[in-house]
């Protein structure tokens, strides 16, 4: 223990090395981690086998899904960090320039946090995911992953770490935890970590939430709302409400619950049940709904079948009268993730943006969509349904914060105090910090 609390230590102090690094550095190491992923490809997979293999019949299927490392997948681990190679640099980037007199300018600049602390479950890809992201924004990380992917993890880190160290990255900037009592201390580490990601199931960061005094970047469900309107394509709603469930169901973005306006629900239930059935999705309604499921197999849904995230291929379905009362049942009974509505009626679209209290709302769109990838942050460091910092799929914006520099001639703020005080102008103009 003492071990890992001396490494966090190295890390903070390295933390202060990564803010100053220069594009030039982190570009060239980005790329020699994406060779070294690449190189090693028969390693990390070999590695993986051996996880698998010992964890395949002890953990659920879809945390084995997670775990489960192919080519395609290691071919996305080297593709996301180049992406993040091509991505400007944030740091040191003036957000706003403000002339507070002659003279006298103030800049809002971006910087890196510090020291980030990620903890996750099963997914080794996360760590050059993160770990990519980290070094472009100039922090430090602390991982800890899952026992039940350690030797994925350590192959992964050591290649990563290795291969950026010779770009001239201190390795001390980054850290891997390996044993369970880690978790419980690194929550108490408030004093050198400045922000914790947890990646996971519902419980287990809620676990994290509740655990500790670091800030905590993250979400605790995915509990994703579809709404089909009366004014809906339905040919759109059919593909959109499919992909949404099916394409990933263990995902976080995965729709759990169907709204379907009751003026279309005849029509649109029992051919939408068609499709749920030929891909394997069980059906959990309200009731009265069997009225226009003759002949399908669907269990009446329970009250807790309403606030349920299933991570699987299960949905709740319910009918509404209206938008209103869709809004008003997912801001209700969502986890202001992501929710969507499917209609062409503008009014009705704008009222959901508007009204709707998630991270994410689409219109017309698969849930499926809400991930730091597909949003082109280059890789993602997770889905934040928290409304300070950072919201909805975060790349590397997730990993900065900004600093204020002043830069003057002198001046002083006695004169523009008391009885003839100067006036500031306060107008907003175009400059760089530094320039």
Known sequence: MADTVSEIKDAKLAALKMAALTTDIKNAALLAMADAIDRNRDTILAANAEDVEEFKNSIAPELLKRLRLNEDKVQDMINSIMDVARIEDPVGETMSAIKLDDGLDLYQIRCPIGLIGVIFEARPEVIPQIMSLCLKSGNAIAFKGGSEARRSNRVLFDILRESAASAGVPAEAFVLMETREDIAEILKLDEYIDLLIPRGSYGFVRYVQTNTNIPVLGHSAGICHIYVDSEADLQKAFQVVLDSKIQYPAACNSAEKLLVNERIASYFLPRMADLFIANGVEMRIEKGLERYLVGFDCPVATE????????????????????????????????????????????KQMRFVKNIDSADVFINASTRFADGFRFGKGAEVGISTNKIHAR????????????????????????????????????RFDGRYGE
């Open 304 to 347: 807790e079948d309403w606030s349920a995230e299933y991570d699987d291929l299960v949905i709740a379905v319910k009918t509404v009268r209206d938008v209103d009362e869709a809004i008003s049942f997912i801001n209700s009974h969502g986890s202001h993730h992501t929710d969507a509505i499917i209609t062409e009626d503008l009014e």
């Open 392 to 427: 909805g799929p975060m790349g590397m914006e997730g990993l900065m914060i900004y600093k204020y520099g002043l830069v003057g001639n002198g001046h002083v703020v006695k004169d523009y105090a008391g009885k003839d005080a100067k006036p500031y102008k306060h107008q």
